[in-house]
């Protein structure tokens, strides 16, 4: 190589910091370096391709072209230098020149492209990380990093709210887990992701999130037969054909939203579908949000409140209708100077898994103020309280109950746990479980809710519980002739099978008229008293007969 040759590449050097010079200073420097030897050399076009191995996001991004330097002037004749970095990289440097090199000049080009390979290499490895960093390899698609910055890219120019944003996560992924073993599980997504992507338009983009969830941006036009695919995807594996079935959230982006935005109200929406047993795609709504940000206010206020004993015991009576005397009491809970009420916010820390501090909160108040009433000289009613199905998980749920009771020393039957149909539906050994350990501590068993279910006689038939509260809806209607059959059979059963029978929801006279008529003597409701608070309760503990209650 000349001498002139070798001080043009090293004022190169000189004049590049490589070590913190932005990729544009070092391009400059480059197209200045270029010019210079193309004057000795004699070429008219330098053009750099960078080529990228991986093509997740199915366009023809992986492949950079750099046109560094060029004179405009035809050239017939292309001489490519390349070298590969690693396995994830080919960078080829191409001079175009008008006329042919001899072999010197071939030579002196390779030493030179050898030269601004080495120093390249820096770049392109900082390309390849950076794509690194922005991919699954294992499915070869964009990990969250990735999908981040493809909507940031669709947002910044302006074509994010042309995109629908689905959130997916893989029905029975465990199952699928199991049965092809963990080792070909990932083969499975991978084909999985192949199979979407095969669906989706070039702008259009999966990404995995990690596990089985993943993100997909649709265009808007073409989300129903994206849907539709998604429905059911056959993958084939070595032995089987598994259908695969997904749950999604999908949110139609709007022209404020960020990528972020579009992201959690997707999400919201998947989770409102896993709550949801019959759809599987469910769209975004406000509802949804609005639901989520009292669930959040809910959740953040609630562990405080409850240490801070902002929750009251309420007392609602249970009547003997045949002499009108209390013979129970329901406790229902109250958040003290909150306007919401329990029928919101049980849910709502159910779904959080905190219902169980509340109930075991409940408890221990309805277990002090027993005490204080035998203390006054009170002779106590048995006083049910409501335990969340959600609790049935915890297998020391009865042990803790027993635990609290204890503590005061208490008569174990002067309690009743109250536990809703429902709980059965969900998980019935748990229940079975509960309801025998719970009766071994002496305590009684009552089922709520009753016959809105979808197992109420297999309940009848399997449980040993000592009471059925008929679900007010059924009483609400008393006067439907069917309803009434209903009732009356519903009734009739309960009482030949020996278990007690309450009514709740009762407000008028003609309902426990109705009720006395089929035979069910016992009932809960405003007719009588609303849940009261403790220093009212107290004063209906001294005199337990109802007297202005007109009889038939
Ligand atoms: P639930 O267990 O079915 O309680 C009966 C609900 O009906 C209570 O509502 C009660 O105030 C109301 N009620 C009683 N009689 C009448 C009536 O004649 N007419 C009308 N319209 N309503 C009547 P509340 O207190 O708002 O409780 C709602 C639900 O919240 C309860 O339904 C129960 O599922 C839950 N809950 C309340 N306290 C607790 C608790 O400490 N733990 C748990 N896990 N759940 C609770
Ligand atoms: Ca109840
Ligand atoms: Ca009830």
Known sequence: MSDELKNILSSFLFNVNLDNSEYYAFKKELEICYKKISKILNFNKVKIQLQ???????????????????????SNNVYEYSNKFSNYANVKILYYSKKQFNQEQINDLRKISDFFFKLFSNYVIDDVINYATLTDFMVDAPNLAGLYQYGGILKTKNELQNYTVIYLNLKDFKFINKLVGSESVNDVVKKYVDSVKNVLENSELIGRLGGDNFVIYARKENITNILDYLKEIKIETFEKTIPIKCRAGIYEVGEKDTVNEAFECASIALAEAKKIK???????DEEMQNRLMLAKEICFTFMDDLKNEKFDVFYQPKVNVLNNIMCGTEALVRWTNQTISPGIFVPILENENL???????????????????????????KISTNISKNNLKDPNLAKKIITIINKYNIDPSYLDIEITETASAENFEDLVRFISEIKKYGLTVSIDDFGIGTSSLNLLKCLDVDTIKIDKSFIDNFENPREKIIIKNIVNMINELDIGIIAEGVEIVEQVDFLKEIGCNYVQGYLFDKPLKKEDYYERLKVKKYEKVPVK
């Open 355 to 381: 219902i169980e501090e509340l109930d075991l909160y409940v408890l221990e108040h309805i277990c002090k103020d027993i005490l204080e009433f035998i203390n006054n000289g009170l002779e106590p009613v």
């Open 278 to 284: 019959k759809t599987d795609f469910l769209f975004f």
């Open 52 to 74: 990228l191995k991986y093509d997740c996001y199915q366009s023809n991004k992986n492949l950079k072209e750099f046109i560094l330097f060029d004179d405009n002037i035809n």
